[in-house]
């Protein structure tokens, strides 16, 4: 059985698990990263659209408000889910589940969001993509519920252990931030030299390009279920 360490947040881990053991993988956790709520007040009445990037941003904006009539935009069908298991309906998600393809979705409606007032709920370390290249006509007010913190699993001296001896075939990462975490853990630069690295997300590609390190696994689409279907291609 392959084993797949698995960087992203406890919870979240757990979310994915049984998807690897299903298909005969052994996922290994290894929650680099943990996400805590950061303070942040919200008026309804001075949006038309609010913009949900991930789940987690879904979690921390409605642990606190409800919304009564603004309407919803969610990056990826994951993101989407979460936002209608609490009730809401008529979302609006972009084929592409990227920064650039949030971008192009909504450019590509001017005739529809001209004029509109955009709220994007995301952590306080979120890609600035929509923000730095979003053109005069898009209003848009940055709305941060949360952010990503190092954590120390507790399992790190024997995951090293692993890395060292080679017994870790795969490396999964799903953010730009669990790259990062993982890099500060792991700093050592002959075991960095020989990861097999598998990411979801084009922003989580090049975090890990811009490190000098090289991803062997990329799903055409961000999904852990296409990640897995890629990796027993690998395998």
């Known amino acids: 059985m392959k084993n797949i360490l698995i960087t ?7 979310e994915v698990k049984e998807l690897f053991l299903s298909k005969g993988l052994n996922p290994i956790p290894f ?7 950061e303070e942040f007040s919200f008026e309804e009445d001075n949006f038309d659209y609010l913009i949900f990037t991930s789940t987690n941003g879904v979690k921390f904006f409605f ?25 809401y309906r008529d979302i609006l998600v972009p084929e592409d589940y990227s920064s650039e393809g949030l971008l192009r979705y909504i450019t590509d409606r001017r005739y529809m969001f001209e004029g509109r007032r955009f709220g994007l709920v995301r952590a306080v ?11 005069d006509w898009l209003n848009i007010k940055l ?21 060292r001896d080679g017994q870790i075939d795969i490396v ?20 960095l030299e020989n990861l097999k690295i598998a990411v979801i997300g084009k922003t989580t590609q ?14 055409k689409k961000p999904t852990f279920e296409n990640l897995i279907e890629e990796v027993l291609k690998y395998t």
């Open 143 to 163: 709305i941060t519920v949360y952010r990503t913190e190092l954590n120390i699993p507790e399992n790190l001296d024997t995951v090293q252990r692993m890395l």
């Open 125 to 135: 370390e979120g890609i600035n993509t929509l923000l730095d290249k979003r053109p």
């Open 63 to 87: 642990k606190k408000y409800t919304l009564k009539k603004a309407n919803i935009v969610a990056v990826g069908e994951k993101t989407k889910r979460a936002i209608e298991s609490l009730g």
């Open 206 to 219: 090049q975090k890990v390009e811009e490190k000098g390190l090289k991803v062997k696994i990329k799903p």
């Open 31 to 37: 929650p680099v990263i943990k996400f805590t709520k």
């Open 8 to 14: 992203r947040e406890k919870a979240q881990f757990e």
């Open 172 to 191: 999964v990462f799903s953010s730009p931030s669990s790259v990062d975490g993982f890099l500060k853990l792991i700093p050592q630069q002959s075991i």
